[in-house]
């Protein structure tokens, strides 16, 4: 499922994401994520890991 991203990046599709809080696991942040941004809900443990990008400067909003 792709979202619609808002700026600074709008108009441009996307995989739902976001930021992991403070000792939150990446799993547990990506079901977390998926639900806020989707509406849909999944279990943890259906999570599958298909890439990281974390370049520095690749969103000005930050990290």
């Known amino acids: ?25 990446p799993y547990v942040a990506a079901a977390r994520e998926l639900a806020q941004e989707t509406g849909l809900h999944v279990p943890v443990g259906a999570v599958h890991q298909i890439g990281v990008w974390d370049q520095l400067d690749r969103d000005p909003r930050g990290r």
């Open 1 to 25: 499922m792709l979202i619609d991203r808002g700026p600074p990046f709008e108009g441009a599709w996307a995989l739902p994401g976001g930021y992991v809080d403070a000792g939150e696991a």
